[in-house]
């Protein structure tokens, strides 16, 4: 049996060419018929079935073998036969690669469990899983076709979409079908009454050459000081700047807490509920939306004029179990912001640095070095005791996050 390539196995094939792996998403608003619709629902609903199903007898398994059912004997000796027993036909109805994502799933969910990354894995309720599932390309059964603009998948056949509100010309949606590109696997989901692919794509692109620290450029490295009042504090040791906070979800929060006052009125399941439910899914999903745009637009902003940023490595985690900060912190999308930055940077070889967590950024005096230790977080400017320079807290923490990060890179 052939052993499956990873992502670092084919880049290392390709480095000889001279070519590299380029790896991204692309999410697209699909408008199934009502047929379609009823085979998508079937699916959400069987692969949840099997979700849970291969969850419990593995659980049993090694309750009373002490051994694990991996999940290719499964698929073979279990999900097969499972097809054929009376009353379980509708398994043959759907598509059977959305079957096997569920069975792979379980199975990355103990691997994240035994790695400390999450939880021990739950079984699926109907009532709150999300609604999505997983298919594989193969022979072609995935294909994007501008002309009649529809999306080709397995099972659904052709479904309309809507192209993404950008020039043709630089969408990535154009490369899609290229020698030099391909499909890996397709994630069909609903939101309210909304549905929706997201295409994984692999396209082999030329080297990108990483940055060498000679040819680094000290006025373009920024110290970032993530902040609630102001979104971004920035400093590139010369100029510094602020980006105010546009706090999406405070914004629509008067909206939101209406509807969901009038949701329990009503009749769970009528036509008034689903509708107040869509309003409901509306303002959350625009809120989602505001807020990626912007940090897109920032992000790339960012990128464009600096070679190499500076960011702490920040404990969100244990930052939103302050209940007074939580929603706050959770409206920032502090996470999201560094993994944008992330990808881009290594897009263009350039360079994100990420400094210890327990680093006082904002107790040390980037003048002199002293630390003032009865700093508080309400102390907004301080004056140093040793030099006496006067400081601005959020932009002092970015000068000493931006100077520790040319430290650990060896430029100081």
Not at 113 to 137: D, E, G, I, L, V
Not at 260 to 266: E, F, S, W
Not at 279 to 302: E, P
């Amino acid at each position: 049996m052939s052993m499956r390539l990873t992502v670092k196995d084919k880049n290392k094939l390709l480095l000889d060419e001279g070519k590299q792996l380029l790896n991204y998403g692309l999410v697209l608003r699909i408008y199934p018929s009502e047929e379609q619709e009823t085979l998508i629902n079937k699916t959400f609903g069987c692969s949840r079935f099997i979700y849970n199903k291969y969850l419990s007898d593995r659980k049993d398994c090694f309750s009373n073998t002490k051994t694990t059912l991996r999940v290719n004997n499964y698929k073979a000796e279990v999900m097969n036969p499972l097809k054929q027993k009376k009353g379980l036909e509708f398994l043959k109805e759907v598509d059977k690669f959305a079957l096997e994502a569920a069975l792979e799933n379980v199975e990355d969910a103990y691997s994240r469990f035994f790695k400390h990354q999450t939880n021990f894995p739950r079984f699926k309720s109907k009532k709150h899983a999300k609604k999505s599932y997983t298919t594989k390309y193969t022979n072609d059964n995935i294909r994007v076709d501008l002309d009649k603009v529809v999306i080709r998948l397995p099972k659904l056949k052709e479904v309309l979409f809507a192209l993404p509100k950008q020039n043709k010309t630089n969408n990535k949606i154009l490369n899609i079908g290229k020698e030099t590109t391909k499909i890996t696997k397709a994630i069909i989901s609903q939101k309210g009454t909304r549905y929706y692919v997201s295409l994984t794509i692999e396209e082999v692109i030329p080297l990108i050459k990483k940055l060498e620290l000679n040819n680094i450029d000290n006025s373009k490295i920024i110290g970032l000081d993530m902040g609630l009042k102001d979104f971004l504090i920035a400093s590139n040791g010369r100029d510094n700047f602020k980006t105010s906070n546009p706090k999406f979800l405070r914004n629509s929060e008067k909206k939101l807490i209406k509807l969901q006052k009038k949701l329990p009125k009503k009749i769970e399941g009528s036509k008034n509920y689903l509708k107040a439910k869509e309003r409901l899914n509306l303002i959350h999903a625009q809120v989602a939306n505001q807020r990626k745009d912007f940090m897109h637009k920032l992000s790339r902003k960012l990128i464009n004029e600096n070679q190499v940023i500076v960011v702490e490595d920040l404990n969100i985690k244990g930052m939103i179990k302050n209940h007074k900060l939580a929603k706050s912190i959770s409206d920032a999308g502090w996470y999201k912001f560094v993994t944008f930055l992330k990808y881009k940077l290594e897009w263009q070889g350039k360079q994100l640095v990420k400094i210890d967590r327990f680093f006082a950024s904002s107790k040390l005096c980037n003048h002199c070095g002293t630390k003032n230790i009865m700093l508080t977080l309400s102390d907004r400017e301080w004056t140093c005791s040793k030099c006496n320079q006067k400081h601005d807290r959020d932009i002092n923490a970015s000068l000493n996050i931006r100077s520790e990060g040319m430290r650990i890179l060896g430029l100081v």
